[in-house]
């Protein structure tokens, strides 16, 4: 329907958002070529077979569809002493993606990937901690706070208290005992963040890119628990029923 109604260079926007079904696709596709693709992808099983054979051929890629940092993964996979090392693949391909994704231009896109990628460091650097792990090795990304977390692994703040403005926020939700629990708060916290930073947005890309990030919520939550997912969402319509209001400009 998006790609019916909305602009061209918008969509193409949007398509960084469906990159993440796509990324699982990649892995599936890499791990055994006969895998099942996920349709909510927009690069399908014959053109990751296109370029993974164009990168094998050292040919370039033409398919505008493919991200640069696929040719990254895609090289690393074939090299068979990142295999010896016994890389976490899923954590290589989310450390790409979140560093193309904060590059996305458009602020509240590239906001929103790095507030993700913020959350998540902070997040993997606490338990790693409590856990006597590596907290450099949890770390993902090349942005500003992931490369102040690993040179200040053994600070008790891992010198971000100063620096991150959610510090204490995200540190307040780790504390948080119950697992089940603790992903809501998070996910609330995600949610409100959207609110907020979209207030004064009407029915443009940005307002359509945080409806998109709400849906992908209460997907997670309808597949936890189908009844609470049922009542949020239909609050949500609810709300965008009422409170959308369209300026006469």
């Given at each position: 329907?998006?790609?019916?109604?909305?602009?061209?260079?918008?969509?193409?926007?949007?398509?960084?958002?469906?990159?993440?079904?796509d990324?699982d696709?990649?892995?599936?596709?890499l791990?055994?070529?006969?895998?099942?693709?996920?349709?909510?992808?927009n690069?399908?099983?014959?053109e990751?077979?296109?370029?993974?054979?164009?990168?094998?051929?050292?040919?370039p890629?033409?398919?505008?569809?493919?991200?640069?940092?696929?040719?990254?993964?895609?090289?690393?996979?074939?090299?068979e002493e990142?295999?010896?090392?016994?890389?976490?693949?899923e954590?290589?391909?989310s450390?790409?993606?979140?560093?193309?994704g904060?590059?996305?231009?458009?602020?509240?896109?590239?906001?929103?990937y790095?507030l993700?990628?913020?959350i998540?460091n902070?997040?993997?650097?606490?338990?790693?901690?409590?856990?006597?792990l590596?907290v450099s090795?949890?770390?993902?990304?090349?942005?500003?706070?992931?490369?102040i977390?690993r040179?200040?692994?053994n600070m008790?703040?891992?010198?971000?208290?100063?620096?991150?403005?959610?510090?204490?926020?995200?540190?307040?939700?780790?504390?948080?005992?119950?697992?089940?629990?603790r992903?809501?708060?998070?996910?609330?916290?995600?949610w409100?963040?959207?609110?907020?930073n979209?207030v004064?947005?009407?029915?443009?890309?940005?307002?359509?890119?945080?409806?998109?990030?709400?849906?992908?919520?209460?997907?997670?939550?309808?597949?936890?628990n189908?009844?609470?997912?049922e009542r949020i969402?239909r609050?949500?319509?609810?709300?965008?029923?009422?409170?959308?209001?369209?300026?006469?400009e």
């Amino acid at each position: 329907m998006l790609e019916d109604e909305i602009k061209a260079k918008d969509m193409r926007l949007l398509d960084k958002y469906f990159l993440k079904y796509d990324n699982d696709n990649l892995l599936s596709f890499l791990k055994n070529k006969e895998s099942e693709q996920n349709p909510m992808g927009n690069i399908s099983r014959e053109e990751l077979e296109e370029t993974l054979s164009q990168i094998k051929e050292d040919l370039p890629l033409k398919n505008s569809k493919i991200p640069a940092y696929y040719e990254v993964f895609m090289r690393t996979w074939l090299d068979e002493e990142a295999h010896n090392e016994n890389k976490q693949w899923e954590d290589l391909l989310s450390s790409l993606y979140m560093d193309y994704g904060i590059e996305v231009k458009n602020s509240l896109m590239s906001r929103w990937y790095e507030l993700n990628l913020n959350i998540g460091n902070l997040l993997s650097a606490i338990f790693a901690r409590k856990y006597s792990l590596d907290v450099s090795q949890v770390v993902v990304g090349n942005n500003h706070v992931a490369k102040i977390i690993r040179e200040n692994s053994n600070m008790r703040d891992f010198g971000l208290s100063q620096e991150l403005e959610i510090y204490d926020t995200v540190v307040r939700l780790s504390e948080e005992e119950e697992v089940y629990e603790r992903e809501r708060k998070i996910d609330k916290f995600r949610w409100d963040w959207l609110e907020e930073n979209t207030v004064f947005d009407y029915f443009n890309i940005e307002y359509i890119f945080a409806y998109l990030c709400k849906l992908q919520i209460l997907e997670r939550w309808v597949k936890l628990n189908a009844e609470e997912g049922e009542r949020i969402f239909r609050e949500l319509i609810d709300n965008l029923k009422s409170d959308v209001t369209i300026p006469e400009e």
